[in-house]
């Protein structure tokens, strides 16, 4: 039996990451010494539309990039990946976003971020994918680029019937009217709980904040909880799905591979729990390998893994 394709319309950032690893975070004032300096494809909408190209899903990006050599490496980038890249904005005069990763040798990671070109991604620019947004499964935002623009595309896909999944990550505040608009929510627990109005509360946990989510915005929530799982809340479900074992190397992409694998698995038609699981296994596989784009699966792995756990 065939599987149908997803279509996944992602409108997000861009940003080269200048990684290095580090033994711990230095403290205010501190300096330690790093290693393994490297500049890397980045921002979370490109590693979003990556993620969905290599699972197999159709994607488009709309994006704003400088006019520079890094915004021209990003082109290349995109374009070999296989995402379609109509709607890339070049700007003159500003730079390609960056951003400053650390990696501790637990895993953990610190960033920093300047969005340079990515906050001059307008509302007017999404205006000109409205098309394109209808044509797709579902619409794929974050909030590392202009809110303005986010909010606008949520619009349109509520105006046209697109679902939204909206990854309020990095947390900006977002009027509760667009939230509503959206049809997934897929915060980490931090960002779930800035959402929430309760920012630093650390005695929260998953099953309380996904609730809290659902029962103020009347959207499917599901909170990542790392190596614990998803907890999904919707009108019919309320439940924690597990996590998949793995051997920790660097979590910075799990996120965006969580993300971009549920989008794929909705997009075929899977059940949301299905997808929950599939992008476990997705997030799961990312975290096991250094960077982020190297760490994002492709499909035969991810679907190889499935069949391992099942046996």
Same mark, same amino acid.
């Given at each position: 039996?065939?599987?149908?394709?997803?279509?996944?319309?992602?409108?997000?950032?861009?940003?080269?990451?200048?990684?290095?690893?580090?033994?711990?975070?230095?403290? =205010?004032?501190?300096?330690?010494?790093?290693?393994?300096?490297?500049?890397?494809?980045?921002?979370?909408?490109?590693?979003?539309?990556?993620?969905?190209?290599?699972?197999?899903?159709?994607?488009?990006?709309?994006?704003?990039?400088?006019?520079?050599?890094?915004?021209?490496?990003?082109?290349?980038?995109? $374009?070999?990946?296989?995402?379609?890249?109509?709607?890339?904005?070049?700007?003159?005069?500003?730079?390609?976003?960056?951003?400053?990763?650390?990696?501790?040798?637990?895993?953990?990671?610190?960033?920093?971020?300047?969005?340079?070109?990515?906050?001059?991604?307008?509302?007017?620019?999404?205006?000109?994918?409205?098309?394109?947004?209808?044509?797709?499964? +579902?619409?794929?935002?974050?909030?590392?680029?202009?809110?303005?623009?986010?909010?606008?595309?949520?619009?349109?896909?509520?105006?046209?019937?697109? $679902?939204?999944?909206?990854?309020?990550?990095?947390?900006? $505040?977002?009027?509760? =009217?667009?939230?509503?608009?959206?049809?997934?929510?897929?915060?980490?627990?931090?960002?779930?709980?800035?959402?929430?109005?309760?920012?630093?509360?650390?005695?929260?946990?998953?099953?309380?904040?996904?609730?809290?989510?659902?029962?103020?915005?009347?959207?499917?929530? +599901?909170?990542?909880?790392?190596?614990?799982?998803?907890?999904?809340?919707?009108?019919?479900?309320?439940? +924690?799905?597990?996590?998949?074992?793995?051997?920790?190397?660097?979590?910075?992409?799990?996120?965006?591979?969580?993300?971009?694998?549920?989008?794929?698995?909705?997009?075929?038609?899977?059940?949301?729990?299905?997808?929950?699981?599939?992008?476990?296994?997705?997030?799961?596989?990312?975290?096991?390998?250094?960077?982020?784009?190297?760490?994002?699966?492709?499909?035969?792995?991810?679907?190889?893994?499935?069949?391992?756990?099942?046996?």
């Amino acid at each position: 039996m065939s599987i149908k394709r997803a279509r996944v319309m992602v409108v997000g950032s861009y940003a080269v990451g200048m990684t290095m690893g580090c033994e711990r975070f230095p403290r =205010e004032g501190e300096t330690v010494m790093g290693h393994g300096f490297q500049l890397l494809h980045g921002g979370k909408g490109s590693n979003q539309a990556i993620s969905v190209a290599r699972l197999g899903g159709f994607a488009t990006f709309g994006v704003a990039l400088g006019r520079d050599h890094l915004g021209d490496s990003a082109l290349q980038m995109l $374009k070999a990946e296989g995402i379609h890249t109509r709607f890339v904005k070049r700007v003159d005069g500003v730079p390609t976003g960056v951003g400053f990763i650390m990696v501790a040798g637990t895993g953990a990671n610190e960033i920093v971020i300047d969005p340079g070109a990515n906050a001059h991604l307008l509302p007017e620019d999404v205006d000109g994918m409205r098309e394109a947004i209808q044509a797709h499964d +579902l619409l794929m935002v974050q909030l590392e680029v202009n809110t303005k623009a986010v909010i606008r595309a949520v619009e349109i896909a509520a105006e046209t019937g697109t $679902k939204v999944i909206l990854n309020p990550a990095p947390f900006q $505040k977002l009027p509760d =009217e667009t939230v509503r608009k959206t049809t997934y929510l897929t915060p980490n627990e931090t960002e779930a709980a800035a959402m929430l109005g309760l920012p630093g509360s650390d005695n929260l946990d998953g099953r309380t904040l996904a609730r809290g989510l659902f029962d103020r915005y009347g959207v499917s929530a +599901l909170v990542t909880l790392g190596e614990k799982g998803v907890y999904v809340r919707t009108g019919s479900i309320d439940e +924690l799905v597990p996590g998949c074992t793995a051997r920790v190397v660097d979590t910075t992409g799990a996120g965006d591979s969580f993300s971009g694998a549920l989008a794929v698995a909705l997009g075929e038609g899977k059940t949301l729990l299905e997808a929950a699981r599939f992008a476990n296994r997705a997030a799961s596989m990312s975290v096991e390998v250094q960077g982020v784009v190297p760490s994002l699966p492709y499909r035969a792995a991810v679907d190889a893994r499935s069949e391992e756990s099942s046996t």
